[in-house]
Structures are given as C-alpha cells and as structure tokens.
C-alpha cells in the first residue's frame, strides 16, 4: 500500500514536471514568436487583417475583364478605406481600457503568414476568373506580368494615399485641436465654394468642347431626309459629337431626325424643331416611327439604327432628341430629370402630332441605358405604356428602372448597368431574361456591390455583345403591334 502511494506520488511528480516543461517550452515558443515581429517588423494583428480584407475584396469575382491598372486603383483604394476603419476600431477599443495591440501581439507572425497565403490563393483564382471571362469575350488571357504590375501600382497607390493621410494627420497634431478644426472648417469652405465650383465649371467646359468638336471624318449629309443637312433647319455644328455621328454615313437608309441642346434655346423649343424636322424629312409619311430617347452624352447606338432599318426594311422613320452632352454616369447622378423631361416631352409631341394625321405612322420607344428609364418614364405603368406604343425596347437598363411588362428587354449578364442598385448590397440582383454570355460570379454581400460599381467605369470597353455593348438586336427585336 506504502508502495503504490509512493508510485503514485512520483507520477504525480513526474506529471507536475512535465506540465511545467511544456508550458516553459510554450512560453519560449511565444517569446520566441514575439521576438522574430518585433525583429522583422511585422504589422500589428488590426493593419494584417485589414490589408487582407481590402486585398481580398478586390480580388473577388467581377463581371468584367480588368486592365492590371484599374484592378490595382480598385485594391489600393479599398485597401486604404480598410486601414481607416481599422484605425478607428482599434482607437474606440483603446479608449475603452483594452490594449488589443498587447493581447494580439503573439498572433502577429501566424496571422501575417495566414493572410499572405489567403492572398496568394485568391490571386490565383482571379487569375483564373479573369481568363474565364476573356476566353467567353475573345480577348487575350493575361499573364505573370499582369500581376506584377498590379502589385507595384497597387502599393504605389497605397504609399500615396497613407502619405497625404498622414500628413493631414502631422498637421493637425500640430496644430492641435482647435486650431486643426478651424483649419478643417476653412478647408471645406474653400472646397465647398471654390474649389468644387471650379472643379465642377472645367468638366463642364470641357464635356461641352468635346460636343462642339468637330470630326474631320464626319461628312454633312446630302439627304435632305437628315437633319443637319443643307435643307434642315438644324444646323451641322449645333447637331453635338453624338448628332453628327447619329445623321451621317451613307445617303440611302431611313429618314434620321436629331435635335442637339444647342440646336434650340430650351426643351420646348428643340421639341418644336424636332416635329418639323420629323414633317420637311418625310418621317410621318413612314409606316413605323422610333421615338430614341438617348444616353446622356447625346449618343445612340449605331447597332440600333442599323437593326431598325433591318427590322422595318427600310420603312422607318427615327428621331432622337439630346438632353445633355454630360457621359452618362454624370447625368444619372446629377441630371436624370433632365432626360426624363426631353424623353415625355419629345414623345407626347410626336404621338400627338400623329393623331392629326389621316396616315398614322405605328409609334415605338427606344432606349439604351439612361434613355431606357426616360422612356421608360414615359408612361404612368405597363398598361400605359402597352396602350400608347406599338412596342418599346429597353436596352442595357439599370435595375429595376423600366417598365417590363410588355417591353422587350435586352441585358447581358456581364453588364454591371443591369446589375447595379443599392439594393446589391443586400439582395442578388434580379437577372429575369438577362442573356448570359459570360461566367457570372456568386453573388456575395457587400462584395458584390462593390465589384458591379468598379466595373460600371469599363462597362462601354467590352467586345460586342458583352457589358454594356448590344448590338442589332436592339432593333430586330423589337415587338410588334
């Protein structure tokens, strides 16, 4: 009995001692690990996390092919906007009495290790996503260099952006608190008053030089059924950049009438002009007129025109009136009513100039992208909408912005106009009769919002057929009476 005791008390000895070992071997290893962030500066725990979420995010799946420089903006940017919210967590937790640097300072090197293989993952993944989405579009694959050259304009960009910050930040320790805030407060006075105005005054100077240049390869119609031409009562140079292109090409081909913003001195005015044009051109004398509302540089697509000459064999007339020489994503922020009200004021003028007529023309609506929802807008509901067109097609729409009962709707679904809401933060977007025609990614999100209003700057860049590029169909597809 004394025996077994005793056993049982070396054991328990010996099981002591191991314990202590252990733990003492444990200790080092932490020590150890503490000492090689310290030695080769690794990040704390909140920066390494947050650089991976920003990197992570960019590297999602998008709808689009990425050139290396747009896909580095997009994660450098984001990459920054992750390093500010993780500031401001870890300056909330630490006035709170919590040293969370401290309590995560053993993690810093495994952490690191984790997120750098995460991210090297994900590389390779987009990778493959960005060949996907080339090989269904027919455009080259990308290589080893595209990489490289993402990762230095990405930390170009990241470097830049914390150095201004930071700088900010010297400044105002500098100053200190009052006098930084009277500073801030004079700052966003000069920007609110001057600067923006300023800023605001040369891109519209310049998206107005850009609607009054003239193209060299542009040649004046001869057809006297084209506006801009000698017989029309509105001028070559007052047509836009958009105009010009909209009436010239080859003489023969369906009576094309286009009104520009300074064609007449307001809405009323160029809305008169355009049922003249639409009489002297011989457009009512057709058996199907389009009413096209365009986007909002003035541009209508040439696929459509070509695709309604095919559609009606000739027998069409087509009229569009400009709203705004502003690109589209402009004036969808800052001047959508202006495209609602040329669109209802342009399509009441004609439909009631046909009631007059003893021939009456079969009236459709048209629209691509913004124009789509000021045509759309036309109309009270679906059933107004049926009840005064022949038939209306929606291109490239926005989601959820137009009528679709009765409408023929065309959307790619790589095109990230038919996708974007805010709702996309929350909610799958709805693709109901989109056409796919490339990979389309999982929706995620937060994620997914994001990567859908990076892609929305190159929608226009994509091969035809893809993003937000349609081709004749636009015309051949639409309804009938």
């Known amino acids: 009995m004394d025996d077994a005791l005793a056993d049982g008390a070396v054991l328990g000895f010996d099981d002591l001692r191991a314990r202590r070992r252990h733990g003492a071997v444990r200790r080092k290893l932490s020590t150890a690990l503490s000492a090689a962030?310290?030695?080769?500066?690794?990040?704390?725990?909140g920066t390494t996390v947050a650089i991976g979420v920003g990197t992570l995010v960019s590297l999602a799946p998008g709808l689009l092919p990425r050139t290396p420089g747009a896909q580095a903006i997009l994660t450098g940017l984001l990459v920054v906007l992750s390093l500010g919210i993780a500031g401001l967590a870890r300056f909330v937790v630490r006035r709170s009495g919590f040293d969370v640097d401290h309590k995560l300072a053993r993690a810093r090197l495994p952490l690191l290790i984790g997120t750098v293989s995460l991210v090297l993952g994900a590389v390779v993944l987009a990778g493959d996503w960005q060949n996907s989405l080339r090989a269904a579009m027919s455009t080259a694959p990308i290589g080893a260099g595209y990489w490289l050259r993402w990762l230095i304009e990405s930390v170009l960009i990241v470097g830049v952006l914390l150095g201004?910050?930071?700088?900010?930040?010297?400044v105002l320790r500098k100053l200190g608190w009052a006098r930084g805030f009277s500073l801030a407060v004079v700052v966003a006075g000069f920007l609110y008053l001057v600067a923006a105005p300023a800023a605001v005054g040369w891109r519209q100077a310049a998206y107005a030089g850009a609607n009054a240049a003239l193209d060299p390869?542009?040649?004046?119609?001869?057809?006297?059924?084209?506006?801009?031409?000698?017989?029309?009562?509105?001028?070559?140079?007052?047509?836009g950049a958009e105009g010009r292109k909209f009436v010239s090409g080859a003489p023969a081909g369906?009576?094309?009438?286009?009104?520009?913003?300074?064609?007449?001195?307001?809405?009323?005015?160029?809305?008169?002009l355009a049922v003249r044009e639409l009489e002297r051109s011989g457009g009512f004398e057709r058996s199907n007129l389009v009413v096209m509302v365009p986007t909002g540089s003035g541009w209508i697509d040439s696929n459509a025109v070509r695709g309604f000459d095919q559609r009606f064999g000739g027998d069409v007339a087509l009229v569009g009136l400009q709203y705004s020489y502003a690109p589209s994503w402009v004036t969808f922020v800052f001047g959508r009513d202006d495209a609602v009200d040329a669109a209802r004021a342009l399509f009441t003028a004609v439909e009631d100039r046909i009631r007059t007529l003893e021939h009456k023309p079969e009236l459709y609506l048209y629209g691509q992208s913004l124009g789509a929802i000021g045509g759309s807008s036309v109309f009270a509901d679906d059933a107004d909408q049926d009840r005064r067109t022949c038939a209306t097609l929606w291109a490239g729409p926005p989601a959820g912005?137009?009528?679709?009962?009765?409408?023929?709707?065309?959307?790619?679904?790589?095109?990230?106009?038919?996708?974007?809401?805010?709702?996309?933060?929350?909610?799958?977007?709805?693709?109901?009769?989109?056409?796919?025609?490339?990979?389309?990614?999982?929706?995620?999100?937060?994620?997914?919002?994001?990567?859908?209003t990076a892609d929305l700057l190159a929608a226009l860049n994509a091969p035809a057929g893809h993003g937000h590029r349609y081709g004749t169909d636009q015309g051949t597809a639409m309804g009938s009476c």
């Open 164 to 170: 201004i910050t930071r700088s900010i930040g010297w």
């Open 401 to 452: 912005q137009v009528h679709r009962a009765g409408a023929t709707v065309l959307a790619n679904t790589s095109d990230p106009v038919v996708h974007w809401s805010p709702a996309l933060l929350w909610r799958a977007p709805d693709l109901t009769g989109a056409r796919t025609d490339a990979p389309l990614p999982q929706w995620l999100p937060v994620v997914s919002f994001v990567q859908a």
């Open 37 to 45: 962030a310290q030695r080769f500066s690794v990040p704390r725990a």
């Open 217 to 239: 390869a542009l040649v004046q119609p001869d057809s006297g059924a084209r506006s801009g031409s000698a017989a029309s009562a509105v001028s070559w140079s007052s047509l």
């Open 254 to 272: 369906p009576p094309r009438v286009y009104v520009g913003v300074e064609s007449a001195p307001d809405l009323d005015s160029r809305v008169a």
